[in-house]
Nanobody, 125 residues
Framework: QVQLVESGGGLVQPGGSLRLSCTTS????????MGWYRRAPGKERELVAG????????TVTDSAKGRFSISRDDGKNTVFLQMNSLKPEDTAVYYC??????????????????WGQGTQVTVST
């Protein structure tokens, strides 16, 4: 049974930082590509960042480039999303996705059915 446990969300002022964590079980983490998605109120879910199984291929959505980064710790079966210089428009529920596919031609992460419960990120004064 695949389990994903996200943590690290919260309320932060504009310009602040948060680090989200997603710890997994039930998958071969070291062989798994991973992704972070978000859903803002009234908007569709979008890919925020993805990382391939070896960590040498990453993607970050254009609106977050230069501010967000994704990383992984295979020893802890955990993927991280470091979010800096947060903006109000980053407010959303952030979801971890595990063991998706990595398209090496396009550099895009394709999600699997394995989703975490989501963690709320609110950027506001």
């Amino acid at each position: 049974q695949v389990q994903l446990v996200e943590s690290g969300g919260g309320l932060v002022q504009p310009g602040g930082s948060l680090r989200l964590s997603c710890t997994t079980s039930g998958i071969r983490f070291s062989l798994s590509a991973m992704g972070w998605y978000r859903r803002a109120p009234g908007k569709e879910r979008e890919l925020v960042a993805g990382i391939n199984f070896s960590g040498d291929r990453k993607t970050v959505t254009d609106s977050a480039k230069g501010r967000f980064s994704i990383s992984r710790d295979d020893g802890k079966n955990t993927v991280f999303l470091q979010m800096n210089s947060l903006k109000p428009e980053d407010t959303a529920v952030y979801y971890c996705n595990a063991a998706g596919s990595w398209n090496y031609d396009s550099g895009i992460y394709i999600p699997s059915p394995n989703w975490g419960q989501g963690t709320q990120v609110t950027v506001s004064t």
